[in-house]
């Protein structure tokens, strides 16, 4: 059974940083993309940042070019998204998910697998 598990959500000042983590177990990345979402209360999920399989390419939701960072480490099935600058509009649930592909999909229904979320919450 494949679980993925994220963390180091919170509550932050605008201004500030967090670096969520997401650990994936029953599966190993290494050919795989894997993503970032969101989802804000009365809000579509939506795309954040994605990185393919190799971690050379990397793509980013508009309102976050400049402030997020998406790494992975994927001899230990670990996915980061660095959060820098952050605004209350950043605030919202946090997802983790992991494509069956090589190549990054910005359509959450691209990804076969998904975590629990970790909530983000940022105060003016």
């Known amino acids: 059974q494949v679980q993925l598990v994220e963390s180091g959500g919170g509550l932050v000042q605008a201004g500030g940083s967090l670096r969520l983590s997401c650990g994936v177990s029953?599966?190993?990345?290494?050919?795989?993309?894997m993503g970032w979402f969101r989802q804000a209360p009365g809000k579509e999920r939506e795309f954040v940042a994605a990185?393919?399989?190799?971690?050379?390419?990397?793509d980013y939701n508009d309102s976050v070019k400049g402030r997020f960072t998406i790494s992975r480490d994927s001899p230990k099935n670990m996915v980061y998204l660095q959060m820098n600058s952050l605004r209350p509009e950043d605030t919202a649930n946090y997802y983790c998910?992991?494509?069956?592909?090589?190549?990054?999909?910005?359509?959450?229904?691209?990804?076969?697998?998904w975590g629990q979320g970790t909530q983000v919450t940022v105060s003016s």
């Open positions: 998910a992991c494509r069956d592909s090589r190549e990054i999909s910005l359509d959450s229904m691209g990804y076969q697998y």
């Open positions: 029953g599966r190993t990345i290494y050919s795989d993309a």
């Open positions: 990185v393919d399989w190799s971690g050379h390419t990397t």
